[in-house]
């Protein structure tokens, strides 16, 4: 029920992309303690986006999930960080983050919610 959502204002290569979006899945599981089978990440790279007035390499970052632990998001906020900075070699000022806690009753999956 994880949903990583990465908006890059820079291209990044397919196979690049791929290992981000590979690399962004386990950290996920991992970081929150879900199985990888329930993450979602998606990654949409060189849209319009301007940060503290320049176009310099820049992300906004969503992660929901069901029971996100406020908690842990100093240590999402740093693995985030530093994966967009080994990935697309974004600085972490470069980087904001939304963190949400969603309940499992508005998360719906397989007909059904959580």
């Known amino acids: 029920m994880p949903y990583l959502k990465i908006h890059m204002n820079r291209e990044i290569e397919p196979g690049k992309s791929k290992a ?16 990888e089978r329930y993450v979602m990440v998606e990654l949409t790279s060189n ?3 301007l940060f503290a007035g320049t176009d310099e390499p820049a992300a906004f970052v969503e992660l929901k999930s069901i029971g996100l632990p406020a908690g842990k998001t100093k ?8 994966l967009l900075q080994d990935s697309a070699g974004i600085a972490p000022a470069r ?7 969603v309940a499992g009753g508005f998360w719906g999956w397989n007909g059904s919610t959580f």
Request: proline residues 6%.
């Open 20 to 35: 981000l979006l590979a690399a962004a899945s386990q950290r996920m599981a991992s970081e929150l303690g879900k199985p």
């Open 47 to 49: 849209p319009a986006m």
């Open 75 to 82: 240590d999402l906020s740093q693995t985030l960080c530093s």
């Open 95 to 101: 980087v904001y983050i939304e963190f949400t806690d």
